[in-house]
């Protein structure tokens, strides 16, 4: 519990990240849902071998919220916004052949990286 004015508020930990760019983009996340966080250990994230909380070996960027009551809030906000950046579908992973250059392009690509040519409607 920490004491800030006069008000006390239970914080909790809602997200933790060896990457210190998807903390943030969390914070964010909650922030622009008007909820009060803090992002902790951004000075020492993904520093191998400082404190040893994981198996890397790394110090996690930690995203936690003042109000303990909203933890539950954070989470589905969180999973949310995770599902909405995974890639999509079974073949998120796969590429397609231009027949023009015979080059691989990623299934996300419209266009052929490499020559320009739209990508074949199947």
Known sequence: MIL???RRYQLKRVYSSASLWEAREILALLQQQRIDATLLNENMASMPGVLPFNTSMTVDAEVWV?????????ARLI????????????????????????????TGFEWCWACG???PQN
Request: proline share 7%; with cysteine; aromatic share 4%.
């Open 66 to 74: 003042l109000d303990s009551a909203l933890a539950d809030r954070c």
């Open 79 to 106: 999973t949310e916004f995770q599902a909405a950046a995974a890639p999509q579908g079974p073949d998120s992973d796969a590429t397609w052949h231009c027949a023009a250059c015979r080059e691989d392009s990623p």
């Open 117 to 119: 040519l739209g990508r």
């Open 4 to 6: 800030v004015g006069l």
